[in-house]
């Protein structure tokens, strides 16, 4: 694979663009879709801030920018979005598309060990080392000021992307995240067949673990997650509160805004995407 890049598809959106890319990924060994949105300041100029935003379980590069949005927000703010697809596609793995919350549109950011997933499901290596990198230079990223978000699983990646590589993300922020993935069900599904039986090796990939080992805060001026009560999903897979128990052991400041009557889906998103863009652009920095 040579990893031409190309442009499906492009929109004027706020007097900026949204675009639609395809390309042939390394990390991945098959074709990947990713989504940006390129705002105006950012077309012709200098080097911008960026987000990328991680959708949750059976979405794909599109869901984040036809649903959430908040291109308005980043328009306003010269803030690139990207958003990636959830998995491979078209691995030829069997029981690949069996089921919603495993194999396709499941791919939890993270590298597979274990076959036959191992080959392709690199979804984390995929991010950081290829996605990002092309970004930078496609779309004239300032690889100082990349922040990080996600939805439910991608909420989880968000979490563990931006601890296991420090420096890489300078603002962090989440929607109804997995935040303890090793006691869901989503996650010990996902976790025993991406990574096998070992609960050890599960516990680099869980965010509240993580943030519990951390010996000061890695996010000092602050990590934002939003949360849903009437979330349908709250109790059994996500577990905010063992995500806000870790922080205040690590001395990671955290605000965790629970919001009465909001369920799991992208209307609770909406409501809330614009402090996020906000969050993201006072930690990242405006362009002058
Ligand atoms: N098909 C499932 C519901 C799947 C779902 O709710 N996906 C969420 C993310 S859940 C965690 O990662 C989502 O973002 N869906 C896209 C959307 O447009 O809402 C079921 O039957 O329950």
Redesign the pocket.
Known sequence: MDGAIELLSEHRCYDGAQRYYRHASREIGLPMRFSAFVPAQALGGKPAPALLCL?????TEE?FMI?AGAQRFAAREGLVLIAPDTSPRGAGIEGETAS??FGAGAGFYLDASEPPWSRHYRMESYLIHELLPLAIDLLRVDRERIGITG????GHGALVLAMRHPGVFRSLSAFAP?AAPTQCP?GRKAFSGYLGGDETRWQDHDASILMARQDAAPFPSGILVDQGLADQ?LEE?LKPDLLESACAKAGQPLTLRRHAGYD???FFITSFIDDHITHHITQLGRNA
């Open positions: 959708p949750g379980l059976t979405c869901t649903k919603w919350d939805h439910s699983m991608g997995i989503w999903f897979q799991h889906g992208y």
